[in-house]
């Protein structure tokens, strides 16, 4: 049997997933913060504050910031003195990034392209392995959970902030029904594609629930594992040790 995976509502060969994936961040690459803003009414600033406290980065530390694309959880990590390694599998949000580090003046950051399936860091090498609003994006989740713990030394710490389902009774159905009618609609207007939003919201839809992921976390080798709903679950904190 072939291995296929999702894509959005599509189920296609996992050989294609990362090159249509890759198309629709290098299209939405230089509107993707303005849509962020869009889409979440700026509630992804709160997300992301939130998500950094709980990382706590501590000066010295070395970070890993998987999927970090345009370097929103990077500049905030950076701030607090830890050395930050942005990686992200698309250059064009790598790009932006970087361009977006330049106008702040913070050239101390590590830009480097990299697959989370197949990193090319050594073994423990890093204090803490974020990602984003990353994973659901992977081909393989699992194999990318292995890497984060093959690369973190022990007593390395994982977080990962993604969207789930939030369970908030009624929230639930106004969410679904604006996340697909209405966020396609969005991105037409702003960054001019429909299509790749509509990907970005049924890979939520697709996405494991929050006991699931949780357990495929531990199944890579973390424990003392967490999940920090936010919205009833609308967006959750995953985490987990390497002892």
Known sequence: MSDTVSFGYEEIDAGEKEQRVGAVFSSVARKYDVMNDA???????????KFVRRVKPRDGEQILDMAGGTGDIAFRMAERGASITVSDINQDMLDV??????????DGLVWSRQNAEELTFPDRFFDAYTIAF???NVTHIDKALAEAFRVLKYGGRFFCLEFSSTEWPGFKEVYDSYSHKLVPKIGQMIAGDADSYRYLIESIRRFPPMPEFEAM?????????KVEPIMGGLVAIHSGWKV
């Open 217 to 225: 976390i531990r199944k890579a080798g973390f424990k003392h594992t």
């Open 39 to 49: 889409m979440s009414v700026g509630m992804h600033r709160l997300w992301k504050d």
């Open 134 to 136: 990353g994973i659901r």
């Open 97 to 106: 990034g970087i361009e977006r580090a330049m106008e702040r003046g913070l």
